[in-house]
């Protein structure tokens, strides 16, 4: 069993699609283990992000991330880290495979629905970002 790291975006969070995320995440055969309803201040979004300043993208992001409540979750599964990156589909929803979390509810960039860890070692450091042990009930 594996587990890592979710977080449903303000753009979603805005459509309330909360729960439809959550179905999928569920069909797929991941179990929610964490989860919590927060809103990031744009210096906790820029910390998260922090592999990312420099970038073009960067400012946009931060600001869209501290815009509006985000739902943060662990999820456990077998191979969940890759397991979860192929269930929301690539970054930019156009490319986004049809039956994917992103296709279904990403706008245009950087509005793409939802964001998972993509190796072991960021599950490690953005799980222990929001949770601490006493949160996570598997
Ligand atoms: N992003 C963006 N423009 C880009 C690339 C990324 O706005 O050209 C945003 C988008 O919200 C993405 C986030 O920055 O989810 C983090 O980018 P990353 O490359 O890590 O994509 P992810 O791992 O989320 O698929
Ligand atoms: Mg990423």
Redesign the pocket.
């Known amino acids: 069993m594996e587990r890592t790291f979710s977080m449903i975006k303000p753009d979603a969070t805005s459509k309330n699609v909360t729960g439809a995320i959550n179905a999928m995440i569920e069909s797929a055969g991941l179990r929610i283990i964490a989860q919590k309803r927060i809103r990031m201040t744009p210096e906790q979004a820029g910390l998260f992000?922090a592999e990312?300043k420099g970038k073009p993208?960067y400012d946009?992001?931060v600001k869209m991330m501290s815009s509006g409540p985000i739902v943060v979750q662990i999820l456990e599964g077998e191979n969940a880290i890759t397991h979860y990156r192929a269930l929301m589909g690539a970054?930019n929803p156009v490319n986004a495979e049809k039956g994917t979390i992103r296709a279904a509810f990403g706008g245009e960039?950087?509005h793409?629905a939802v964001?998972g860890s993509?190796s072991e070692q960021s599950a490690a450091r953005e799980m222990s970002f929001f949770f601490s042990q006493t949160e996570i009930v598997g």
């Open positions: 992000y990312h993208f946009g992001l970054t960039l950087p793409n964001h993509d």
